[in-house]
């Protein structure tokens, strides 16, 4: 049982940057994907970000490509979420997620742990 605590979320105008971070509460095989998906009030959750563990190439939601950058620290077995040139289309709450079986899936099925989000706002 892998959990996930993630942290960084604000309140920062358009065209800011935040970084959001995503702790393990194990350690995560190399197999793994961790991804970052965000649900903004009245829509379903989606996908934004992946990266996988052991080789760390990435894929993103066309939306936020050139925008965010998620990246990992082994030693610490946190993954990073860093969002620049934020809009207000990207205020929503943002969650990090797991897949221990490595498919490098945009589904919410295909990831097993989820932690319980953080709250990201951007004004106009």
């Known amino acids: 049982q892998v959990q996930l605590a993630e942290s960084g979320g604000g309140l920062v105008q358009a065209g800011g940057s935040l970084r959001l971070s995503c702790a393990a509460s194990?350690?995560?095989?190399?197999?793994?994907?961790m991804g970052w998906f965000r649900q903004a009030p009245g829509r379903e959750r989606e996908f934004v970000a992946a990266l996988k563990w052991n080789s760390g190439s990435t894929y993103y939601a066309d939306s936020v490509k050139g925008r965010f950058t998620i990246s990992r620290n082994n030693t610490e077995n946190t993954v990073y979420l860093q969002m620049n040139s934020l809009k207000p289309e990207d205020t929503a709450i943002y969650y990090c997620?797991?897949?221990?079986?490595?498919?490098?899936?945009?589904?919410?099925?295909?990831?097993?742990?989820w932690g319980q989000g953080t709250q990201v706002t951007v004004s106009s």
């Open positions: 997620a797991a897949d221990r079986r490595g498919t490098m899936s945009t589904q919410i099925w295909a990831y097993d742990y």
């Open positions: 194990a350690r995560t095989s190399s197999t793994y994907i």
